[in-house]
């Protein structure tokens, strides 16, 4: 589905933090994002993803049948490591992000924002929302 087509509504949403696996160099990153952008585009999905060199934190917003087989297979990647998933939503929610959109953030804001963070999952898609706001958003 381009983007052109993106419903202004969602199905679901999947909010995850995790850690860049041990061993793994951040010149990983440059491939996830050109295979991530191409999927997300032809398949309507939107929402953000922010690294901070060690740490990953996104959002995905779509249709169930296609976010949560995209979910699963984050959980299981290898370039991943302490998946921790923070919201898993079914229902009709207006979207977050109108793109699918990635940036850098801060030097451990990713981590000292969200990682640890004790606030119920609202609060912290909030805060991830300030994080995606303040980032180099590409």
Known sequence: MP??????TVGCRFFYVSRLAPGQPVTVIA?????SRAFNRQ???TGALLFDGEHFA???EGDPA????LAARIEADARHAEVDVR????GAFPRLFEHWVCGWAEEEEVGARLVSAQAPA????TAFRELVEGSDVG
């Open 3 to 8: 983007e052109s087509l993106v419903t202004p």
């Open 31 to 35: 491939e996830l994002l050109r295979v």
């Open 43 to 45: 398949h309507g999905i």
């Open 58 to 60: 996104q959002l995905l």
């Open 66 to 69: 296609v976010v949560f087989p």
């Open 87 to 90: 919201l898993r939503l079914e």
């Open 122 to 125: 609202l609060a912290q898609l």
